[in-house]
């Protein structure tokens, strides 16, 4: 068997595995939230945002990244899946009592947390990234007006050639988004798992490398907590802040008022 | 005045490896509280005996804490509720009068049953025999100074040492891995000056043997640890994973076995 063969059939190799790819998508889980967090900076700053990473990026590197994310998430979920089989396999009959003696909820439910992440991965690229929900077809005419707002920068509507630059309207689809009370519902239920899942993930991908010994292992289970606590707070606040009415749509895409009125009245 | 107590048990009995085991329960009373776990076994025995049953069969050999033969999942945990003691050193002032105790073989598929709470533990000693070893110069003995080891090393691969393979870590697990185990024999030789020629060669021996005898994958909870009569800690299990790792990266380069 050859060296690269044993060590993705092996137990701790395919730990490893889930743990850089766990790496991976906790790192993107940061970047993500961060970016996200921008639409408490305005309508153009978030719109601005979304156009950068879909225009200025070269589309390459954007599907490249896609791409490198999905084959991690494939990967991980390959691994999640395999060894939980080979671990049920391990005990076939169970015990008639069984006590857990100290290990966390989290740490015994990523099995759980993992597989409505996973359906969460799914309706959350279909929403916000296909486009594709019935009824939240936010690209379709009419489900979101305006569809196309001006890109702003520094305050002005983005110029070239003499034409206003227009980009899609992400702020108000989130706002749309979040304004339908069970997607707000699923959006913070997933990140309250995903913070479930890295309170005992963040740490126990350190002791998959091996990294971690008894006095790391105390700073970093401490770490995680607090990542997770984070990550749940950034992501949720969103919908959470939508339907207190704190974020609002904005159809001028967060022009400032005098040139935003003439915007209105040129619509009208 | 010594203190007794009526106890209901509930001991799986099982023929052989063949049949199929239940659960019996028994009543036994004045159980001194000052007798250990196995001599309040002992204690049922004489009486099943006496009625003429089949005593109940169980491993035991040192009964005092150092030989890990004593083997039993004691209300739901390997050798019982005490922290960092066996079945053996585990006394019947831990439980009260009145109180029913269930008592079961470990469970899982590399250790299956052969008579009562007796289970075949053979895959461990398996483990062992494939890295378990050093090369040494036959003949007469080394000085023991001969070769300086640090003290934190020392004290490292002797707290890893302490490891007396009973398998209540394979028993506590839920995924039943010999991770807490294996790690700790790694440990043990792969720190010392002594294990370093076959550092690398032992690390996936041992490794690919714990998963052909079907022991399941480590999950990082820690209930080995919590489970474990020696408390050898989970962090041994890190060092394991970074010794594989270290030793498939080596072995992918420069085949080391
Ligand atoms: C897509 C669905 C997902 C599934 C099915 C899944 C499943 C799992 C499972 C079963 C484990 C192993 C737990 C254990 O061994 O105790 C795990 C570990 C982990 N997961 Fe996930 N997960 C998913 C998504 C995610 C996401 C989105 C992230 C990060 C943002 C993530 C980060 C981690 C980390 C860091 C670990 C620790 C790795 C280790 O223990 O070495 N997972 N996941
Ligand atoms: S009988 Fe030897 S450790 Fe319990």
Redesign the interface.
């Known amino acids: 068997m050859s060296?690269?063969c044993?060590?993705v059939?092996?137990?701790?190799?395919?730990?490893?595995l889930m743990a850089l790819t766990g790496l991976v998508l906790v790192l993107f889980v940061m970047g993500h939230m961060l970016g996200n967090l921008q639409i408490f900076l305005g309508a153009e700053v978030i719109n601005a945002y979304a156009y950068k990473l879909h225009y200025v990026l070269p589309s390459s590197a954007l599907w490249g990244i896609r791409i490198f994310l999905l084959v991690c998430i494939a990967i991980h979920i390959w691994a999640a899946v395999t060894?939980t089989l080979?671990?049920?396999?391990?005990?076939?009959?169970?015990?008639?009592?069984?006590?857990?003696?100290?290990?966390?909820y989290s740490?015994?439910t990523?099995r759980m947390s993992g597989i409505i992440l996973l359906a969460f991965i799914v309706f959350h690229i279909a929403h916000f990234t296909a486009r594709s929900v019935p009824g939240m077809q936010y690209e379709e005419a009419g489900v979101l007006t305006p569809m196309e707002v001006p890109l702003v920068k520094h305050g002005e509507a983005v110029m070239k050639n003499g034409h206003g630059v227009m980009t899609f309207n992400v702020n108000d689809m989130m706002i749309a988004g979040f304004q339908v009370w069970w997607v707000s519902a699923f959006y913070i239920l997933a990140t309250g798992l995903l913070c479930m899942h890295l309170t005992?993930g963040f740490?126990?991908m350190?002791?998959?490398?091996?990294?971690?010994?008894?006095l790391w292992?105390k700073r970093l289970d401490r770490v995680a907590l607090v990542y997770g606590w984070v990550v749940f707070l950034g992501f949720a606040i969103i919908p959470l802040a939508t339907l207190a009415g704190v974020l609002k749509s904005d159809p001028t895409g967060g022009l400032a008022t005098e040139s935003a009125a003439i915007i209105e009245t040129h619509s009208k | 005045m010594e203190k007794t107590m009526n106890l209901t048990l509930r001991v799986w009995r099982q023929k052989n490896r063949l049949s199929v085991g239940q659960f019996e329960t028994y009543q036994l009373s004045d159980v001194s509280e000052d007798s250990s776990f196995l001599e309040m076994l002992d204690i049922l025995s004489e009486q099943l005996v006496a009625d003429g049953h089949e005593p109940v069969a169980f491993d035991h050999d040192c009964r005092e804490g150092i030989c890990g033969m004593c083997s039993m999942t004691i209300n739901g945990q390997p050798h019982g509720p005490e922290n960092g003691t066996t079945a053996c050193q585990l006394h019947m002032r831990h439980f009260h009068d009145g109180q029913t105790i269930t008592i079961e073989p470990w469970r899982a598929k590399p250790f299956p049953v052969i008579k009562d709470l007796v289970v075949d533990r053979s895959p461990l000693d398996k483990i062992i025999q494939a890295g378990g070893f050093i090369t040494a110069r036959a003949g007469s003995a080394v000085d023991a100074n001969a070769m300086p080891i640090a003290k934190q090393t020392a004290d490292y691969a002797m707290d890893a040492a302490a490891c007396i393979g009973c398998g209540a870590c394979v028993a506590a697990c839920p995924n039943a891995s010999a991770m807490l185990f294996t790690s700790a024999k790694v440990a043990h030789m792969n720190s010392l000056p002594q294990g370093q020629p076959e550092k690398h060669r032992r690390t996936l021996a041992m490794v690919t043997t714990m998963d052909g005898e079907g022991f399941g994958g480590c999950t990082n909870i820690g209930e080995c640890e919590a489970s474990c009569p020696k408390n050898i800690p989970l962090d041994m299990i890190a060092h394991l994973n970074r010794d594989y790792a270290l030793a498939q990266l080596k072995n992918f380069f420069e085949p080391v076995a």
Request: proline share 2%; charged share 25%; net charge positive.
């Open positions: 060296s690269l044993s060590f059939q092996s137990t701790i190799g395919r730990k490893i060894l080979d671990n049920r396999k391990a005990r076939p009959q169970g015990y008639q009592e069984k006590k857990t003696i100290q290990a966390s740490s015994r990523m005992h740490s126990s350190f002791q998959s490398v091996g990294l971690r010994n008894t292992r």
